[in-house]
C-alpha cells in the first residue's frame, strides 16, 4: 500500500489534540455535561451503597480486584480455583493473563462494590467516548447526526443493548476496551506529530489485559500502519517482559497451564459464547474436535474479512473497516461471551451513518430501517438470556443449547449470525453492484 493511501486520514488531527477539541466541545453545554456524568454519577453512588448494605454487585469486577491483591501479596494468580480475596459469591478463577493483574491495582485500593461503582463509571465515559470518536470517523453524515447532542442520547440508549448492560452489571471491561482500540485506530491512526508516534500503543495495552485484541495488530498491518503494528506488539511484550520480572511463577503458569485450561472459563458451549466455537461446540453435541473445526471455519471466513476490512479503508472508510475486523475476532476467538459483543453500537452508529436526511418512500425506506432494526432488535432483545432459560421444567444438570431444534439453534446464534449475515448481504452487494 502507498503511503498516499497509508496517510489519508479521514479524522484531521493536529498533534494529537483533536480528542480534547472534542470532549471540551462536547462539554462546552451545562445541560450536556449534567446529562453525560448522570449515568456514572449513578453508578458510583451505587457502588458506595452497595458497599454499605452488602448488595452483591460485580462477579467480574471483584475478580479483577482479587486479582491485584494477590499480585500486591503475592499469593499466585492461578495455582487454584479462586483468590483468596474474592467474596463468597463471586469466586471464580482468575482468567486473565497477569499483564491483567498489574493493570487491575488501582481497584485494589477500593472495596469490592465500590470499585464495581469506578469501573462502571469508567465504562460509560468510554462508551461515550467511542460514540463520539465512531461519529467523528464518518467521511459522511446526515446533518441531525451531530456530535455532541447525538453521543449523549447514544450512550443513554445503548444501555438498554443487552452487552452494554450486561458488561456493567457484571463489572467486565469490554467498553474500556473498546475505547483504547477506537481511539488507537480511528485517532492516533490519523494524528501528526508526536502523537503520530503512539500509534499502536493502547492496543498493545489492551491486548495485555485482554488476549483477544490481539486481533487489532495484524488490522493495524492490513491498513498499512506496519510502525504501528510493531509498536503494538512491542507494547505487549514489554508488559509480558515486566510481569515475568515481578511474577515469574504466575507468568509461566498461565502461558503453560491456565491460557488452554476450558475449566477456568466456563461451559464454552453455553448460549452466551457467540464464537465459531460454541456454535461448533452446539452443534457437534461437544465434540473433542470442535475447536479445530472452529478455527478451520474461521480460516475460511478471514479471507472474506481481510478483503471487506481493505476495501472500506481504501474507500476512505475506517469505521466500517475496523468493525469487520472486531466482528470477525468475536467469530474467531474460542469464547466470545455475549457481553463481548459491545461492538454493536459503532456498529448502530455507522448504520444511523447511512440514513439520508430525508427517508424515501416505499422500499427504499424500507431497506435503509431494515438492517438498523434487525441489529437493534437482536441485542436489545435480551434472546440469549431467554433461549438459555426458555424451559424451566429441565431438570438440574440437563444441557438445553445440546437439545434445541433448529429454530432455536437459530435464535440462539442470534448473535454470531449479525456479521455472517451482514457480510454475506456486503459480498452480494459489491458482487452486485460494484460498490
Given amino acids: 500500500m ?7 486520514p479521514v479524522i484531521r488531527v493536529d498533534d494529537g489534540h483533536w480528542l480534547a477539541r472534542s470532549l471540551r466541545r462536547l462539554f462546552a453545554s451545562r445541560p450536556t455535561t449534567l446529562a453525560l456524568f448522570a449515568v456514572p454519577a449513578g453508578l458510583l453512588v451505587a457502588g458506595v451503597v452497595s458497599w454499605v448494605i452488602h448488595w452483591r454487585l460485580g462477579v467480574d469486577s471483584a475478580v479483577y480486584r ?33 499483564t491483567g493483574a498489574l493493570l487491575f491495582v488501582p481497584l485494589a485500593l477500593f472495596a469490592t462494590q465500590v470499585s464495581w461503582g469506578i469501573l462502571g463509571a469508567v465504562s460509560v465515559l468510554a ?3 467511542v460514540i463520539r470518536t465512531a461519529i467523528q470517523a464518518l467521511p459522511r453524515r446526515p446533518s441531525w447526526l451531530t456530535p455532541a447532542k447525538t453521543t449523549i442520547l447514544l450512550t443513554v440508549l445503548a444501555l438498554g443493548i443487552e452487552p452494554v448492560w ?17 481511539t488507537d485506530v480511528l485517532v492516533l491512526g490519523a494524528a501528526q506529530g508526536r502523537a503520530r508516534h503512539l500509534g499502536g500503543v493502547l492496543v498493545g495495552v489492551a491486548a495485555a489485559v485482554k488476549l483477544t485484541p490481539l486481533i487489532f495488530v495484524p488490522h ?17 511484550a514489554v508488559l509480558q517482559g515486566l510481569i515475568f520480572a515481578i511474577i515469574p511463577h504466575d507468568f ?31 452443534l457437534s453435541d461437544l465434540a473433542p474436535w470442535a475447536l479445530a473445526a472452529a478455527i478451520g471455519i474461521g480460516a475460511v471466513l ?21 468493525l469487520v475486523t472486531a466482528f470477525f475476532g468475536l467469530l474467531l476467538s474460542p469464547v466470545s461471551w455475549s457481553h463481548h459483543y459491545v461492538w454493536v453500537v459503532p456498529l448502530v452508529v455507522y448504520l444511523l451513518s447511512r440514513l439520508p436526511d430525508e427517508l424515501p418512500h416505499g422500499a427504499a425506506r424500507v431497506r435503509v430501517l431494515a438492517g438498523l432494526g434487525a441489529v437493534v432488535a437482536v441485542f436489545a432483545s435480551c434472546v440469549l438470556l431467554i433461549m438459555r432459560t426458555s424451559d424451566p421444567s429441565r431438570p438440574p444438570g440437563v444441557k438445553p443449547e445440546l437439545e434445541w431444534t433448529p429454530p432455536e439453534v437459530v435464535l440462539g446464534s442470534a448473535y454470531l449470525l449479525v456479521p455472517l449475515v451482514a457480510g454475506l448481504v456486503l459480498l452480494f452487494r459489491i458482487r452486485r453492484t460494484g460498490r
Fill in 302 to 322: 478471514a479471507v472474506p474479512a481481510v478483503y471487506l476490512a481493505r476495501r472500506f479503508h481504501l474507500g476512505g472508510q475506517p469505521l466500517p473497516a475496523l
Fill in 66 to 98: 482479587s486479582g491485584a491483591i494477590a499480585l500486591l501479596t503475592g499469593e499466585p494468580l492461578y495455582d487454584n480455583d479462586f483468590l483468596s480475596s474474592e467474596p463468597p459469591w463471586a469466586r471464580l478463577p482468575f482468567t486473565y493473563p497477569p
Fill in 220 to 236: 493495524l498491518w492490513l491498513i498499512g500502519r506496519r510502525k504501528d503494528a510493531v509498536r503494538a506488539l512491542a507494547t505487549f
Fill in 166 to 182: 450486561r458488561t456493567l452489571l457484571l463489572g467486565q471491561i469490554n467498553l474500556i476496551l473498546m475505547a483504547l482500540v477506537v
Fill in 127 to 129: 462508551l461515550a467516548l
Fill in 252 to 282: 509461566a503458569r498461565f502461558w503453560t497451564v491456565a491460557v488452554t485450561d476450558p475449566a477456568r472459563t466456563g461451559p464454552t458451549f453455553w448460549a452466551g459464547n457467540q464464537s465459531l466455537n460454541g456454535l461448533v461446540l452446539r
Fill in 2 to 8: 502507498s503511503e498516499t493511501v497509508r496517510d489519508t
